[in-house]
């Protein structure tokens, strides 16, 4: 009777196994045969199964980023096929077209459904819905809020070079990016969400936010591939006894400095900007508003109240995640390669020395006007450099083909093709930018105007068009400030035994994969 029972069910099971194994074969020869991408150039198995992507993700972790030049070189194709329904292109017209031509393409929703439910400025795929949000924080990033802008920055600055003077003492060696990290969170909260002190302390640097941050990157194809997994994950960091994380070192530290500390902090924040907002919405509506939360709750369209905490969050949270990373990289990759190099050092301080000789007290000086940062062509040359040896957000931003298809280089990408292009591979375009792994600030000085603006037209390390980033123009001037005020303050010498170049691996945004670390003396 049993055996009689049990022969169906293991028959069942075998045929459902089996069938299951005819249908996936089917789509793969689907995919490699007869999809519209099939004749795109390619790895065969990115063709066949989106796992080609994860396994770079998850098994050699950071990503296909920095093959794809080589992939390129290797199908010998503008546009080559990367995952079955997927794209990338290396073609300046096609990015154009994508990125920066009205009405640019749309973001993807499979690929920022790890926001899921985080309806943000940078999250959104929804044009008009991003106009909204976008003209109501645009205010903030102006040429005139530049001068309260530069103050806060160079505030931070001095407190972070005081903590980094003392805990350097006696040669101690200091991990650059952590610093770094630290100040640029600080700078953000301090610009856009009027946070008065220090969100992260630059006593211990290496705090629950960073390291939450460090987190999310690392594991983002978890919440992009099981996006259920985000409220749960976030439930159970929250709630969860300590036993349930033990063993997992993220996990634990997220836990108990992510969410119980930061957000709260924020999220308190949130709710008392709120109600001071519309407490004195009266007296106010004649000065500016100095906050995100005051853009928001001020602008009609927007249709927000101070009752919407969750929302105003959430936009904080994601400004803070967006404006951290970026200009902390940037700023570590610009240290590296100054260090390494004498003669790159010593030009860029000759031209700082000859800002401190016209403005005596240097940039510390009351009268000194943010303005001037941006007459020092060595330094513009040195930051733009490392932006385009190590874009901070090197990788895979997909966007998806209209209902009017694009046409590239012989193929046909119809309407729902995902389409990427990576800054990473426009800025090592061997043609634009010769020798591209090597740090040359000098490939940009003393240039044609016609060779410049090829460059330009090449360098996207703040994306173009209408999804841009919109922290770009306080982000030159905070990173401006904080070399001049960090090489002008210390000697900085870096710790022995590093490599030659800056190895990093594409977490998101660029993470370094040997940490710089660097030893401080005050100048006499
Ligand atoms: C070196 C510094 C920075 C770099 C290289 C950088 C790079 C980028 C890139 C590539 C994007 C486009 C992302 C996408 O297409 O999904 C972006 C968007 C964005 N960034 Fe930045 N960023 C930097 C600094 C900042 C700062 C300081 C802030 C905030 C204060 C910020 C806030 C944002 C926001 C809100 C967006 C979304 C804009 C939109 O969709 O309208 N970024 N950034």
Known sequence: MLESMNLPSSAILTTGLALAAIFRAAVVLYRLYFHPLCCVPGPKLAGATSLYLRYYEVVEGGGITQLLPGLHKKYNSPVIRIAPNHVHINDIEAYKRAFTTKPSFRKCPDFYKSAQ??????????PQRH??????????????????????????????????????????????LVYLRALTANF???????????????????????????????????????????????FLLSVSPEWITIGFRDLFQVRTAFPVRVLANILQHCENVGNRVLSTKREREKEAPQTVFDKLLSDTSYKLTSRDTLALFQQAVVLMIAGTASPAITLTTAFFYI????????????????????????????????RELHKLP??????????????????????????????????????GTRISAAHYVFHHNETIFPN????????????????LQLMEQYFMPFSKGPRACIGMKQ???????????LLGRFEMRLGEGLP?????????????VVRPVVRVVERG
Do not use: C
Not at 341 to 359: A, G, P
């Open 436 to 451: 591209p792994g090597k740090f040359d600030p000098d490939r940009w000085l003393n240039k044609s105007p016609e060779d």
């Open 339 to 370: 260090l390494k190099s004498k003669d790159i050092e010593t030009r860029l301080q000759d031209e700082l020395d000859n800002l401190e000789q016209r403005f005596p007290g240097g940039m510390t000086s009351a009268d000194f006007d943010w």
């Open 188 to 234: 953000v909260a301090g610009t856009l969400l009027d946070h008065p002190s220090e969100l992260v302390s630059y006593e211990a640097p290496q705090s629950g936010w960073i390291i939450a941050q460090e987190f999310i990157g690392r594991y983002r194809w978890i919440f992009a591939d099981i996006p259920f997994l985000v409220p749960i994950g976030l």
């Open 378 to 415: 060595y330094l513009e040359a040195v930051v733009k450099e490392s932006l385009r040896i190590i874009p901070a957000v090197p990788g895979l931003l997909p966007r998806v083909v209209p209902s009017t298809g694009l046409n590239i280089a012989s193929h046909y990408l119809p309407p």
């Open 500 to 512: 030659g170049v800056l190895e990093w691996v594409d977490d998101g945004t660029a993470v370094p």
């Open 131 to 176: 106009r909204v949000m976008r003209n109501a924080m645009l205010p903030l990033f102006t040429p005139r809020d530049m001068t309260r802008i530069f103050l806060i920055g160079r505030d931070h600055i001095t407190k972070v070079a005081q903590v980094m003077s003392r805990q350097g003492r006696d040669g101690q060696l200091l991990d650059l």
């Open 117 to 126: 439910g985080v309806d943000t400025i940078l999250t959104t795929t929804d």
């Open 475 to 485: 982000s030159w001037v905070f990173m401006y400030t904080a070399v001049v005020y």
